[in-house]
């Protein structure tokens, strides 16, 4: 004799909810994260804005973040300071934050906003007496002169878009 069971499966009254909930709290995740990261999304490059200053008795060059929108790891690949020898026709690099390689693609040094700041030395002043001519976070391999320039170039990307190279601000050393 085969029993039948009569009505409903009690588990199945659970299961509705259950789904709906699920689906609550995805579409509530999937709206955070676009309110979240809507202004990195939408922007093509950061609008930030940069003050340069020398220091002649100590050759060096600073640059500090003054306003404007932060330097995120989200759409950056690297900030770099490259300062031009113009009478050499050189270009050396210092590199404020950047990327790591590999799968993740995380930087260091980020954020960068309002009151950070870096600073480069050239190699001919040893400005603490240290008898080490590198003084400053960074350094370059020419002494500065007053008509050579100073750029903060960003590189990076908006998501899934391909790769920009864009100078935020530029200033000459003298």
Not at 31 to 58: I, K, M, Q
Not at 92 to 98: F, H, I, M, N, P
Not at 112 to 120: F, K, M, N, Q, T
């Amino acid at each position: 004799m085969t029993s039948r069971r009569g009505g409903t499966d009690e588990r199945a009254g659970l299961q509705r909810p259950v789904i709906w909930l699920v689906v609550l709290v995805v579409a509530a995740a999937a709206a955070g994260s676009v309110v979240l990261y809507a202004d990195d999304v939408r922007r093509d490059v950061p609008t930030s804005e940069f003050e340069f200053s020398f220091d002649s008795e100590t050759a060096t060059v600073t640059v500090e973040h003054v306003g404007g929108q932060a330097i995120t790891d989200r759409t950056t690949k690297n900030l770099t300071l490259e300062f031009v020898d113009v009478s050499a026709n050189t270009t050396s690099r210092v590199v404020w934050v950047g990327d790591v390689g590999g799968p993740i693609e995380r930087g260091y040094g980020y954020p960068i906003g309002e009151g950070d700041s870096l600073s480069v030395d050239d190699p001919t002043v040893d400005s603490n007496g240290d008898e080490n001519v590198l003084d400053a976070q960074g350094s370059i391999g020419f002494a500065f002169a007053p008509e050579d320039e100073v750029r903060v170039v960003w590189t990076g990307s908006r998501f899934g878009g391909s790769v920009r190279t864009v100078t935020l601000a530029n200033a000459t050393v003298g």
